[in-house]
């Protein structure tokens, strides 16, 4: 009986995972992504992030995630729905916290407008001028941090640095002018179409220098979202 009770969970595990898979066309554009229907939608008591990664990672959708709170880490969402495409379900997720979301450049972009509205706001600090050539993005990235310190502290040192991963990164040439730091993020992320950004509570232009950047960068493939999740348990635990 026990070895019944067994291939029944297992066999129920299976439909669950199939009623939420979506089969799409090797290099499908973000909208055919987007477009997609799920038959069935259950957030089963995760939290926003966790939601928003396992969509993101699922269906490969490049994204920028500004700003998560210990809420958004923590606290349980109960959304369901049957037959909507990805984009209603991203749509649903950000409304039921507040945030907002944005489907344009090739990327999905949530973000948090009290966040984006705040003049002290380090991620929209200016940036006179961003260029790079044939820069992988985690190297143009701690570009972007060294650019963001000397404007809001010349004097400031800073810990840059070029996170994990050791395959071939696509290389990105890039130049913008009279941007926001997140406005730079955005276009990098689009530019690269294989990985998303994340930044947590906001940090203000007037504290301390960052050490590191007040962003991270990651990419998109699947055994990485655990590590996504992980840092961001760690920074509100």
Not at 186 to 212: K, N
Request: proline fraction near 7%; charged fraction near 20%; include cysteine.
């Amino acid at each position: 009986m026990a070895t019944v009770r067994v291939i029944g969970v297992v066999i129920s595990m299976v439909l669950f995972l199939a009623s939420r898979l979506v089969a799409l066309p090797s290099g499908a554009s973000l909208e055919e992504k987007l477009r997609a229907r799920v038959t069935h939608y259950d957030s089963r008591g995760q939290s926003f992030v966790e939601c928003i990664l396992e969509l993101a990672y699922q269906h490969q959708l490049p994204a920028a995630i500004q700003y998560l709170d210990r809420a958004d880490v923590q606290q349980p969402l109960s959304v369901k729905l049957d037959g909507a495409s990805v984009e209603q379900i991203i749509s649903a997720l950000v409304t039921s916290t507040g945030n907002r979301v944005v489907f344009s450049d090739g990327f999905v972009q949530v973000y948090s407008p009290a966040a984006r509205s705040d003049p002290s706001n380090l991620l929209n600090t200016f940036i006179d001028d961003f260029v790079i050539r044939d820069l992988p993005i985690r190297e143009a990235s701690a570009r972007l941090l060294g650019l963001m310190v000397q404007r809001v502290s010349p004097r400031a040192g800073f810990g840059g640095h070029v996170p994990y991963g050791a395959e071939p990164q696509r290389e990105l040439t890039l130049r913008l002018q009279k941007a926001r730091v997140y406005e730079i993020l955005d276009s990098l992320i689009a530019a690269d179409g294989a990985s998303i950004w994340v930044a947590a509570t906001p940090r203000s232009s007037s504290s301390t220098p960052p050490q590191a950047p007040p962003w991270e960068i990651y990419d998109l493939r699947p055994a990485t979202k655990n590590l996504v999740l992980e840092r961001l348990r760690h920074l509100f635990p």
